[in-house]
């Protein structure tokens, strides 16, 4: 009687913690729906207000130089706005569903693809993998890259470098920032899902998790999803404050080997 309650007892164990996961799962996926509502209603109404514009700007345009150029931009930042959001929720789905697509990668063309990705110059490259290689996902890889290149880009001085190095076994991306560094709890939670850091500046805070400009994004996807993506290619991601200034944020995945 006894061996059987004990059974019991671990059968309920497990379905307690699979009840626990399942309601854990539906809570992240309410709080990713009403952000998801939340910021792609956002530029749609200022679309709609810089559509209305648009007309009159364009009309005044002719008699006094005004902005009917600046409001097509501000139009076409708002669409971007929208595609990276949309991007970034479609990577999250591909991973959910394990829907990744492997094939032989040259790590050095896959940092240069994300440079010019984040509309960076490929003398930001520092590879020293010696032509390494590795199995995986160009899409998301790409993603995972550019989320970290656009973080530093926006939200941290500005990208230092991407560099690429390999071991026998395993090959790095660092992306190095020119910015004051990370806050103590960026750092422990910048990688959990819709966590947005922030830390202390002299022109104010700086928001160091979502990828995206201020104004734009604030969902807290960025970093998240460079860490999904990495432990989905057998690897994993670190943030870390360097020595002299500035952050330094690594993906290190296995190094494929005939």
Do not use: C, Y
């Not at 006894?2 to 626990?20: F, P, Q, T």
């Not at 290149?149 to 470098?161: C, D, P, T, Y």
């Not at 057998?234 to 944020?249: K, M, P, S, T, V």
């Amino acid at each position: 009687i006894h061996h059987h309650r004990g059974e019991v007892g671990i059968l309920a164990e497990a379905i307690n913690d699979m009840a626990k996961r399942i309601e854990r799962q539906l809570r992240d996926q309410r709080e990713l729906l009403a952000g998801v509502s939340h910021e792609i209603r956002s530029p749609l109404a200022r679309l709609r207000v810089l559509a209305e514009l648009l007309p009159t700007a364009s009309g005044a345009d002719a008699q006094a130089g005004s902005s009917a150029p600046d409001t097509v931009a501000k139009i076409e930042r708002e669409i971007i706005e929208i595609d990276e959001l949309v991007g970034k929720l479609l990577a999250s789905s591909r991973l959910d569903f394990g829907a990744l697509s492997l094939q032989t990668l040259s790590a050095r063309d896959v940092a240069l693809r994300a440079l010019e990705r984040a509309g960076l110059g490929a003398e930001l490259l520092r590879d020293s993998s010696q032509g390494a290689e590795l199995r995986g996902d160009e899409t998301l890889l790409a993603r995972a890259l550019g989320n970290l290149l656009e973080n530093a880009q926006h939200h941290a001085g500005g990208v230092q470098s991407l560099a690429v190095s390999a071991t026998a076994l395993s090959l790095r991306f660092e992306v190095t920032d020119d910015g004051p560094g990370l806050s103590a709890e960026a750092i422990a939670r910048g990688f959990d899902p819709f966590f947005r850091g922030w830390a202390a500046q002299p022109t104010g805070p700086l928001l160091l998790n979502s990828g995206e400009t201020a104004s734009r994004g604030s969902l807290g996807l960025g970093l998240s999803l460079v860490r999904r993506i990495a432990r989905a290619h057998g690897g994993d991601a670190q943030i870390e404050n360097r020595e002299e200034r500035g952050a330094l944020a690594r993906v290190e995945l296995p190094r494929w080997i005939e």
